[in-house]
C-alpha cells in the first residue's frame, strides 16, 4: 500500500516502523441483517430516509434532560413492552433490543439458524456502551428511605454491563457462547472481528451480532459536560461543525459460513491508539492501522473500495484525523462520507448501525452524501462527498473509532475479491 505521494507509510508504534499485516480471512455470509433507529424500523425505512435525504434528528425532548441539542429518537419505545417471559430484562435498551429483533423477520432468521445448527452452536456478541444504564439512573432516583433501589428495579441482570447479551441470548433461546463488547463507539463494530474469530476456529456454527444503545441522562449530560455536543443537527466534516448529535439505534446481523446468498464480510481491521481518553492519535496511528489491517484480511487495495462510511461524528478533531488519513490513502475516486447527520451519534450502537448502512449502499447502488454539511474543512480530499451517487459498489468499508483510541474498521462485499 502507498500513500498519495507514492511513499508507503508506517502502520503505527514507532516512526518508520512497519507492522506485519495479517493475511486473507476465509469470507463469511451475512445472511441476514436489520437496524431500528431515529430513521425507522427496518431496512426500508433506512433506504428510503437515505433516498429522501431525510434526517431522523429533531431537537431535543429526551424526558429530564432540557439540554438545548438535536437527537436521533426511535419513536414508540416507550409503548414497547416485553413479553412477560423477559420481563426480567425489562429496561428500555431492551425495550429497543427486541424492537430490532423483529424488524425485517430478524428473529424468524436466527430461530431458523438456531433449528440448523442448534441452540449450543450459535453465538451471540453484541456492542453496548451504556447497556442499561438508564434503568439504574432511575433505580437511584427512586431509592426507598432505607437506601434501596425501589421494588420493581431489584433485578440484578439489568444493572450490569452484560444486560443485553444475556437478554438476547434468552430471548431468542440460544445456548452457545455470549459475549458483550463494550469498548465505545467501535462496540458494535467489533463484535464482526469476534464473531469470525470464533467461526474460523470452530467454537461456533454461526453468530447473532449487533448492538444496541439508548438515551439516558448519563450519555446526554455527560457528552455536553466535554463540550462535544452541538446546539444544531450535527455537521460532519464542515468547517464550521460545532460537535456531535446524540442518537439511539439498535441492529443485528446473522453470520454464516454456509449461508447461500448475502453479502459478504470481507476483513477487518482493530487497533488501539491508547493515546488519550477521548481524542484520537493526531497522526492516527491506530486508525490507519485497522484500515491497512482490514484492506489486508480482505485482500483489497485501497483503489479497489468503492465506498467508505467514515465514523464522521462532526467534533472538532476526530473529523480532521479521519479525512487526512482518508486523502492519503485512497484515490479521487473513492466516495466517503459520514452518515451521523442521518442518524446522530448512536454510541455502542454506531458500529453495527453504519454497517447495516454501508450495506445497504451495496445492495442499492447508492453512496449517501454527507447530511446537513455545506462546506468541508479544508482537511478533506475529494473523496468525502456532501450529496448521495448512484454507484456501482462491489466493496465497501465501515469505519468506527472509539473513545480511548479503539478502532476498528470493516471491509464488506457484494462479491468476493479475485
Known sequence: MTARNGASPPASGAPGRRLPRPGRITPVRISSFTAVSALGRGRD??????RERRSGLRPNDFTGTPLGTWIGRVDGLE??????????WECRNNRLAWLTLQADSFIEAALQARDRHGPGRIAVIVGTSTSSIGASEEAYRRLTPEGLYPEDLRRPIVHTPHSLGDFVQH???LAGICVTVATACSSSAKVFAQAER?????LADAAIVGGVDTLCGSVLFGFNSLELVSAEPCRPFDVERKGISLGEAGGFALLEREALAGPWLLGYGESSDAHHMSSPHPEGLGARLALEDALARAGLEPARVDYVNLHGTASARNDEVEARLLADLFPARTRASSTKGWTGHTLGAAGIVEA????????EGLAPGTLNSRRLDEACGPQIRLENEPAAIRYALSQSFGFGGSN???????ELPA
Open 45 to 50: 425505512a433506512h433506504v428510503d430516509a437515505l
Open 171 to 173: 430471548a431468542l433461546g
Open 79 to 88: 409503548e414497547q413492552v416485553l413479553p412477560g417471559r423477559l420481563a426480567e
Open 198 to 202: 470464533l467461526l474460523r476456529t470452530g
Open 408 to 414: 476498528c474498521v470493516l471491509a464488506f462485499g457484494g
Open 356 to 363: 447495516v448502512l454501508t450495506l445497504l449502499a451495496l445492495r
